[in-house]
């Protein structure tokens, strides 16, 4: 069945440190964002592509993929969810709620095909998640700035939530205005939204290559991969 994709593009990456923001920086032979739009084209049957970008982008129009007719863009907003938001709305307005929406982080650009045909074919509302590997432990913050363990979760029941992230566009469009209305802070990702409204989206595991970029080592780490998959 056809389907669309939102590519959330409209950050800053602090937390790289570069002035550049991340989905610019080179990686091998092209900027990141151009591999996970490459990535993307290459999807079974993806009708469009709805990027979000920021306001002050000079970048977006000058990638060989922007060029693809598949290949929209939005202004997007000040956090993530505002930018997903933005392309729900510009995409409501051209199809019915029933279509099937992809939320695909423009920082992962490693994402396996075969995770994509197994989101594809999961429930309707699902997410590519990664089960916890450390041990995973619950901070309580004391004076100082300092975090003491309250607790150890129990890892068996951890999993890491990446992208995509698929739901059917008019639920997670009502449901993502409806969160960030009610409580904004509680929306870092689609599923949250989702969850909020109490719907139980299914995890789908990923490939350990289905992390997101967001610090100076794993653009290293990315590009390493790169060069694995293409010699
Ligand atoms: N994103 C977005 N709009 C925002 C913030 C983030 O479209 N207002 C996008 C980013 O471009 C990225 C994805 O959402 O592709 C995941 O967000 P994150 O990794 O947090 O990226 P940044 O917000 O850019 O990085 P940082 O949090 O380190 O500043
Ligand atoms: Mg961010």
């Given amino acids: 069945a056809p389907y669309w994709v939102i590519v959330p593009a409209a950050g800053a990456g602090k937390r790289m440190g570069t002035a550049q923001p991340k989905q610019y920086l ?3 032979d092209k900027p990141l964002i151009a591999h996970t739009l490459q990535n993307i084209l290459g ?5 469009g592509i709805i990027v979000a970008i920021a306001a002050d982008d000079r970048q977006f129009q000058s990638l060989a ?9 939005v202004t997007g907003g000040s956090e993530r969810a505002d930018s ?9 307005a051209q199809q019915p709620p029933e279509t099937t929406v992809l939320v695909h982080d423009a920082a992962r650009p490693l994402v396996e095909h075969g995770d994509i045909v197994r989101l594809l074919e999961a429930a309707s509302m699902a997410l590519l998640a990664q089960p916890a590997s450390d041990t995973v432990k619950q901070a309580e913050p004391v004076a100082g700035g300092q975090s003491l ?7 068996s029941e951890i999993w890491l ?5 698929k739901a059917p566009l008019g639920r997670l469009r009502d449901c993502l205005a409806r969160g960030l209305k009610e409580n904004p802070a509680a929306i870092t990702d689609e599923a949250s939204a989702l969850e909020l409204a109490g719907h139980h989206p299914q995890l789908v595991p990923a490939c350990r290559s289905n992390f997101k970029v967001t610090h100076p080592a794993d653009l290293i780490l990315a590009e390493a991969l790169l060069r694995h998959r293409n010699s």
């Fill in 26 to 28: 080179p990686l091998a």
């Fill in 43 to 47: 999807w079974p049957n993806v009708t």
């Fill in 65 to 73: 993929e922007a060029a693809d007719p598949r290949v929209h863009t």
């Fill in 84 to 92: 997903v938001l933005a392309a729900l709305d510009f995409l409501s």
């Fill in 149 to 155: 363990v309250r607790q150890t979760l129990p890892r």
């Fill in 161 to 165: 939530a990446q992208t995509p992230q």
